[in-house]
């Protein structure tokens, strides 16, 4: 079993920058990959950016130069650094993990990006 606790959400201003944090239960090292995922309001939840044990990343398009995802072993969390947000970044983030071939999830954060 994994927990997966995110936070640092909240409603920000276009333009403006939001961290992201998913605190787990377990050892960061032993959870590949990771990643970030959103659900817009009507649409399906798509994959925001994921990381895996070795430090690649990988991004969606629609963040690429703006959002970075990053993970401390020492606190095992992750993070999703959001910068020059836009009003089409507001969505429900949440926090995946793969452990022993077992997907887990957060319960989300809610951003919401004003214009």
């Known amino acids: 079993q994994v927990q997966l606790v995110e936070s640092g959400g909240g409603l920000v201003q276009a333009g403006g920058s939001l961290r992201l944090s998913c605190a787990t239960s377990?050892?960061?090292?032993?959870?590949?990959?990771m990643g970030w995922y959103r659900r817009s309001p009507g649409k399906e939840r798509e994959l925001v950016a994921k990381i895996f044990r070795s430090g690649t990343t990988n991004y969606a398009d629609s963040v690429k130069g703006r959002f970075t995802i990053s993970r401390d072993s020492a606190k095992n969390t992750m993070y999703l650094q959001m910068n020059n947000l836009k009003p089409e970044d507001t969505a429900i983030y949440y926090c995946?993990?793969?452990?022993?071939?077992?997907?887990?999830w957060g319960e989300g954060t809610l951003v919401t990006v004003s214009s």
């Open positions: 995946y993990a793969l452990y022993i071939a077992s997907g887990y």
């Open positions: 377990r050892s960061i090292s032993s959870l590949s990959p």
